[in-house]
């Protein structure tokens, strides 16, 4: 992560992002999250890289002495240039990706492995939430096309939720078991 | 829910399938996008819809415009890829669990629940009582007949029968061994089987299977046919990402291919980029969203020293 900056400058960023020091670091994490999504949605691949990028770029601003007064949009607007330099840059190597992007033999059966690691790590992943949590979850899937939107309706009822709201929780959990699961094939 | 909330939510849809089919010009989008950069509530509305577009998807919930659109437009990037084949594999997984759940609750939750009401409690530990001494009267007699089966001589049948019940066993092992065996060159989808090991019980134990998809690899040889006559066929498992060719080539004379994939009807339906050979063969990989059924002809070029494509090899397979 911000692999350019020293403490301090990080710091910097964060009293911009709010004079108190936890809700600077939830706005941090938020805004973190709306940069990837940012990138992922603009098709980049390396979305964590390039969000570091500009989270460099934009303390080196602020550090320089600029005046950010709308910090979520001055990120945005640079996250625009830096996927503007990383498609170019894409573009250049492209000749050289076609020929290592294909595949064989060897690959294909890491693949394979790595299928097999997701699995145990996903299942690894569920046995570590909380019952209730797995529960919901297994209910809210738990539907045939006619009778998905009745019976997750009666289910954001039960939890006394709209439909939007349970949806919503719904995909913080998946994220979260994508993101266990990812932790744990790194670590395999 | 107010008339402002439904059309706000309504709007938010609409934005949100522009947004993702890519139906935004720039200025609208880059507008949208700095939107849920300042509205963290807006991002996680985003995000909900694009889990539940991937489960639309997964499921086989969208017709077949809307599939296109999303193959097109969402499955761009490795990334994204990955998260639906992540989604796919979270939602078997919870969906075979619920199957499970329902199993094991049936019995149980039923047996249980009879305790549960006063009203039948002591009625049913009654009739718990009358069914345990019944059993064991019944158990008893039978214990006693089966003692006078023995004298008579009869337990060499039962041998026999029980014999015959493990044979069937083993070899319905072997058989599925064999073909487990078979399928490695073609194979469509694996499934990965814990292998029941001969037991000396005639019934075989029902484990769960968990099936694995996998990109199915064909070895093809210059030229249309096999050596039997046959064209070569590749089984595509649906949930295939795709399907690897492996071309082997009987001389290489470039340093660089490219393949073209031909239908039926001579419409070129895939090019690839740039292939290196390893020793004599090339691995060409083909997206499941190019494959239809139907016949296909692959087309290899090489590079010749001036950068010109010349025909070097053709090869010919049908997916089924």
């Known amino acids: 992560m911000l692999k350019n900056l020293s403490k301090t400058d990080f710091e910097q960023f964060l009293q911009t992002l709010d004079s108190d020091e936890d809700a600077a670091a939830e706005k941090y994490l938020r805004l973190r999250l709306s940069l990837e999504s940012f990138f992922e949605w603009r098709d980049c691949e390396n979305t964590e890289e390039l969000t570091d990028i500009v989270f460099d770029r934009v303390t080196k601003k602020i550090v320089e002495g600029e005046t950010v007064e709308n910090i979520e949009a001055f990120c945005i607007s640079i996250a625009k240039f830096v996927v503007l330099e990383h498609k170019r840059k894409s573009l250049r190597n492209a000749e050289l990706d076609e020929v290592s992007d294909t595949e064989n033999f060897a690959e294909n059966f890491e693949a394979e492995d790595l299928k097999r690691r997701n699995l145990e790590c996903l299942r690894k992943c569920l046995a570590q939430l909380p019952e209730k949590k797995r529960k919901l979850l297994v209910d809210y899937y738990d539907t045939e096309e006619s009778t998905m939107i009745s019976k997750r309706k009666s289910l954001a009822e039960k939890l006394e939720l709209n439909l939007n709201s349970l949806r919503i929780r719904i995909s913080r959990l998946r994220e979260k078991l994508e993101r266990c699961t990812k932790d744990c094939c790194e670590r395999k | ?320």
Not at chain 2, 122 to 135: D, E, K
Not at chain 2, 272 to 293: H, R, T, Y
Request: positive net charge.
């Open chain 2, 1 to 320: 829910m107010s008339v402002e909330k439904v059309t706000k939510r309504t709007d938010n849809q609409q934005n949100f399938e522009k947004f993702f089919f890519g139906k935004m010009a720039e200025d609208e989008r880059f507008a949208f996008e700095n939107e849920f950069a300042a509205d963290y509530e807006l991002l996680e509305k985003m995000r909900a819809f694009e889990a539940d577009l991937i489960e639309k998807y997964i499921r086989g919930f969208m017709d077949s415009a809307e599939k296109v659109k999303f193959e097109t437009h969402f499955l761009k990037t490795e990334k994204r890829r990955n998260k639906v084949e992540f989604s796919r594999r979270l939602i078997a997984e919870l969906r075979q669990k619920t199957t499970n759940e329902v199993e094991k609750e049936s019995v149980w939750n039923w047996f249980g629940k009879l305790f549960f009401t006063p009203k039948f409690a002591f009625g049913t530990a009654f009739a718990l009582l009358v069914l345990i001494f019944g059993g064991w009267f019944l158990t008893r007699n039978l214990e006693t007949d089966k003692t006078e089966i023995v004298k008579n001589g009869n337990s060499a049948n039962t041998e026999i029968a029980n014999k015959n019940i493990n044979l069937n066993v083993e070899t319905n092992i072997f058989n599925s061994n064999q073909n487990t065996q078979s399928n490695v060159e073609t194979n469509s989808t694996k499934t990965l089987e814990k292998s029941p090991t001969p037991t000396k019980t005639p019934e075989p134990k029902k484990t769960p299977i968990e099936t694995i998809s996998q990109n199915p690899v064909l070895a093809l040889f210059a030229g249309t046919l096999r050596t039997d006559g046959e064209i070569n066929e590749l089984n595509l498992p649906k949930n295939a990402s795709g399907a690897t060719f492996r071309l082997n080539l009987k001389t290489v004379d470039y340093k660089i291919f490219q393949a073209e994939i031909t239908d039926g009807n001579g419409k070129i339906i895939y090019r690839s980029g740039n292939l290196k050979p390893q020793k004599s063969a090339l691995n060409l990989f083909v997206p499941a969203k190019n494959l239809g059924k139907g016949d296909y002809r692959i087309n290899l070029y090489g590079k010749n020293s001036a950068g010109k494509n010349e025909s070097a090899a053709d090869f010919q397979f049908r997916v089924n």
